[in-house]
């Protein structure tokens, strides 16, 4: 079979994809939709793209449009990605919640790694702040005072990183060696994350596009890597709502390519060396 995808299908699926996980997909890239999809068509057997999008309109099965959204998504992801964010964990923000935390002015320092994918930069945050502690000698703060919760769109890679298992090549990506052999245990051809670093994440199935207020307030949040996947009237929808649930000195991680016009209003960008973070406004502009 060799099923091509008209411009009627790409219409139709372009508008269902966005409404169910905010990804917009140009006219110039439809090519992402029809060798995305091919395999769920084959596996339907289906003959046209325009049969499965009928399909998943008509059955109201969760689990087929969760394998759009895990075919459309891009889940790219590896440990400690870019450095910075956790350059400035050790260097100001650590040093500055430790004394939050023994004055009294937080119970707990919470973090939230949006768009989470299979867990790795949640577990790198959690590995980073464990680590610090122990290098500093510091035993009155530990990573019980910290709570981390990272969120996905795919329950997929939400149950993948909830495991915390992964393959030699996974582990390879960015994951220094002293670090590896420090948390994690090798079974087989496998890497199991510690239990004690994988007990201080919580994974959560979340859609950005939904309402925030539930998470509960931040002091820092990464979201990182998926704004650009979005339209410009999500972008803007997803920092105002950030905005809305971090506190009044939280801090935004964004990638190290994303600079985004729409920040301004609710962020003020911070450096320090040469990485970037985003400092929420007392006031909006």
């Known amino acids: 079979m060799n099923a091509t995808l008209t411009d009627n299908e790409f219409k139709l699926f372009k508008k269902y994809i966005e409404d169910k996980c905010g990804i917009e997909i140009s006219e110039g890239k439809s090519y992402l939709i029809e060798t995305r999809l091919y395999r769920l068509l084959v596996d339907s057997g289906l003959t046209s793209f325009e049969e499965l999008y009928n399909l998943i309109m008509r059955a109201n099965d969760l689990s087929l449009a969760e394998r759009v959204i895990d075919a459309i998504t891009t889940n790219e992801t590896l440990w400690f990605r870019d450095k910075a964010p956790w350059l400035m964990l050790e ?62 769109i795919s329950h997929t890679v939400i149950d993948m990183a909830r495991n915390g298992r992964y393959d030699a090549i996974s582990v390879m990506r960015g994951l220094d060696p002293v670090i590896r052999d420090r948390y994690f245990k090798k079974e087989g051809t496998v890497w199991e994350i510690d239990n004690r670093i994988k007990s201080h994440v919580k994974f959560q199935q979340f859609n950005l596009q939904n309402n925030y207020l539930l998470l509960g307030k931040f002091d820092i949040v990464f979201c990182r890597y998926v704004l650009i996947y979005f339209s410009d009237s999500l972008k803007e929808s997803v920092f ?44 909006r502009l």
């Not at 919640?97 to 949640?122: D, H, N, P, Y």
């Open 240 to 283: 105002s709502k950030l905005y809305g649930v971090m506190e009044n000195d939280g801090m935004l991680f964004l990638g190290s390519s994303e600079l985004y016009d729409k920040t301004d209003k609710y962020f003020e960008m911070m450096h320090v060396d040469n990485a970037v973070y985003y400092r929420r406004r007392e006031q």
């Open 91 to 152: 260097k100001v923000l650590l040093p500055r919640f430790v004394e939050m935390l023994r004055k009294g002015q937080r119970r707990k320092i919470r973090l939230w790694s949006a768009a989470a994918s299979t867990g790795q930069e949640a577990y790198s945050t959690a590995m980073c702040i464990d680590s610090w502690l122990a290098r500093n000698g510091i035993n009155d703060v530990t990573l019980s005072n910290f709570e981390i919760l990272a969120t996905d």
